[in-house]
């Protein structure tokens, strides 16, 4: 089957650091991906990771372990503008690579 | 500058009607997705297609019809057997079909009158 859990809704204050879990079962798993998405918009490209380990860009930083299906999007120096939600993806190849996308976390920053 | 667009950014169709929604994109993109977001629910797929003039069944295909005449262009037509339409549409394509991240429009809300 497919699953993916992420919690629904996070707070944090400007200039924190915050960081947001997603599990999955993937059946073909092949990649995680995180998204960003302001209400109303796009979802955005944030990361993709595919071995085990940190991927750090900037600000934000990924983490996958393939052997606990265990992801983590990590967020630093929390600016207000990173309040929206975060989608996890997980690429799932079963016969065609397709997203199996998690119900998204709702970040509010407040000042 | 390349990238999707959508239109249009809202849609309001009465009961019996099919509507098409459009998705244009200019990055040269072969694979092409139509996703469905609704409140508290994942992004869900509807069809997606891997290279112009095919195109595959997504997850909630039922209601639903699709077209890639074009490499450029991916509409969706949302039926009238669709029998829930309202939510929030979006397009998506990538490079190709393999790990390459999908790059969004900005959607298409679609409401019933």
């Known amino acids: 089957g497919q699953n993916i859990d992420q919690p629904t809704e996070m707070t944090a204050t400007e200039g924190a650091i915050v960081q947001i879990n997603c599990t999955y079962q993937t059946s073909g798993f092949n990649g995680l991906f995180w998204y960003q998405q302001h209400a109303g918009e796009a979802p955005t490209f944030l990361s993709y990771n595919v071995l085990d380990g940190l991927e750090e860009k900037g600000r934000f930083s990924s983490f996958l372990s393939r052997s606990k299906g265990y992801s983590y999007l990590l967020l630093k120096e929390l600016q207000m503008k990173d309040s929206a939600s975060y989608l996890c993806?997980?690429?799932?190849?079963?016969?065609?690579?397709?997203?199996?996308f998690g119900t998204g976390t709702r970040l509010l920053v407040s000042p | 500058d390349g990238g999707i667009t959508q239109s249009p950014k809202y849609l309001f169709r009465k009961e019996g009607q099919n509507v098409t929604l459009s998705c244009e994109q200019n990055?040269?993109?072969?694979?092409m997705y139509w996703y469905r977001q609704d409140p508290g629910q994942g992004l869900r797929l509807i069809y997606y297609?891997?290279?112009?003039?095919?195109?595959q069944k997504g997850d909630i295909a039922e209601g639903y019809s699709v077209s890639r005449e074009k490499k450029e262009s991916f509409p969706l037509t949302v039926t009238s057997a669709q029998k829930n339409p309202t939510a929030f549409y979006l397009c998506?394509?990538?490079?190709?079909?393999?790990?390459?991240?999908?790059?969004f429009g900005d959607g298409t809300r679609l409401s019933i009158l």
């Open positions: 993806a997980a690429l799932s190849n079963t016969g065609f690579q397709k997203l199996v």
């Open positions: 998506a394509s990538s490079i190709d079909s393999s790990d390459q991240p999908q790059h």
């Open positions: 297609s891997q290279i112009v003039n095919d195109f």
């Open positions: 990055l040269n993109h072969d694979a």
